[in-house]
């Protein structure tokens, strides 16, 4: 019941930026937990931030890059992504948890030159 769209990808050099976001719809008064994951070519998917009311929590590769925020009016999560490095390219997916289910949207490119 709840639909996650992401945008805001795309090609950046490395040290630059990118803002994604992730709208939300349906049953968006469920959602407890969102969240950002990655997925590498050849990869597995890897968690990059949650954001739970006050709580949030990073991985370490991205701590003190990346900011997860929440605008619950807009219904809408961003990643703000700063001091990009190649590493960081991937396909970025907004994660929702209720308590029935997670959802995940389609995904978003971002990729980083060097």
């Known amino acids: 019941q709840v639909q996650l769209v992401e945008s805001g990808g795309g090609l950046v050099q490395a040290g630059g930026s990118l803002r994604l976001s992730c709208a939300a719809s349906?049953?968006?008064?469920?959602?407890?937990?969102m969240g950002w994951y990655r997925q590498a070519p050849g990869k597995q998917r890897e968690l990059v931030a949650t954001i739970t009311g006050g709580r949030i929590n990073y991985a370490d590769s991205v701590k003190g890059r990346f900011t997860i925020s929440r605008d619950n009016a807009k219904n809408t999560a961003y990643l703000q992504m700063n001091s990009l490095k190649p590493e960081d390219t991937a396909v970025y997916y907004c994660?929702?948890?209720?308590?029935?289910?997670?959802?995940w949207g389609r995904g978003t490119q971002v990729t980083v030159s060097s």
């Open positions: 349906g049953s968006i008064f469920s959602i407890n937990t």
């Open positions: 994660n929702a948890r209720d308590y029935r289910a997670d959802y």
